[in-house]
C-alpha cells in the first residue's frame, strides 16, 4: 500500500461535488440536476490530491486526520484542504457529509477573472487546512443543498457565492505543518503505509522495530521521518489514536473504562490514565461525564 494521490476528472465541470450517506468509503458523484453515479473515493484512506477540497461533515462521529494533526470530528464541521494536504477520516459507524472539489492552479480560466482576487483570504492558511466555525457551517450546508437541484450554470453561480461567503470568515488552521506537492514524494508512501497499519491494528500490540522493517528504513530514518511527516514520534502517535477511539467508545455506552483501554491496545490501566490525562486534560470518567451532562 502506498500514498495515494488522487486523479480527479474535470472534464465536464469547474468543480466535483460529491455526497456520502452512510460511510465516506461509499461517495456518490452528484451532477447538476440531482444526478447522481458512484465514485471511488478515499476519504477513510489517507491521500492526498492537487485539488482544494471543502468538506461539510454533516453527521457522525469519528477522527480527523490533516497533516499532523489528529482530532475528533465535531458534527457538524466544515474544513477546506489546500492541494496536496494529506487528510481522511476514521469513522466506525455511520455519517453522513458532502464535498466541493476543485483547482484553482493558473491553468483555471476563472483565475482571469478579476473578481477571483477577492477570494484571496480564503487560500491563507489552507495548505494546513482550515477548520470553519459552526455557524459557517451550516451556511454551507444551505448552498450546497441549493447546488444539488440547480442545473449546470446556476449552480456555478452558487459555488462561486459560496466561495466568496467564506472568504468572509476566519478559519482556525488545522496542521501545525504547511504541505504542497513537494511533500508527497520520497518517503510519504513508506509512512502512509505505517499509519495505514496503525489505524488498522492500533488495537494491537506494536513494536517499532516491527514498522521499522514495514517502512524498508534504517530505524534512524524512520524515527526522523516518521515525527517529520506526523509532528509526533511513534509511541506518541498510537497513543493518540488509541485515545482518540476510546473517547469515541466513551460516548457510544456504558462499557467500563478499563476493558475499554484494554481492548483500544492499553496493557497497563495506571499507564492508560495518564496519557488521557496528559492528552485530554481530565480522566476518562471526568471525560464521560462531562460530555453526557452536556447532552
Known sequence: MVLIVEHINHASESFRLLAWSKSISHVQVVGPLNKRRHASGHGENWHVHAEVELTLFESGQGTRFVGDSILPVTAPELVLFGPYVPHCWNCPNESRGVALQFLIDKSQPLRAAPEWEKLSKLWQGYNQGILFPTEVAHEARNFIETMIAQDRLARLGSFLQLLEALSRYQGKRISSKSYS??????????????????????????????????????????????????????????????????CQKLLMGHQAVSDIAFESGFANLSHFNRIFRRLKGQSPREFRCQVTSAE
Open 181 to 246: 506537492a513537494s511533500d508527497a514524494t520520497k518517503h510519504f508512501p513508506a509512512i502512509q503505509k505505517v499509519i495505514l497499519e496503525i489505524l488498522n491494528r492500533y488495537h494491537e500490540t506494536l513494536e517499532l522495530q516491527e514498522m521499522v522493517e514495514l517502512s524498508h528504513m534504517s530505524r534512524a530514518t524512520f524515527s526522523r521521518e516518521f515525527k517529520n511527516y506526523t509532528g509526533r514520534s511513534f509511541v506518541e502517535f498510537i497513543n493518540e489514536v488509541r485515545i482518540d477511539a476510546i
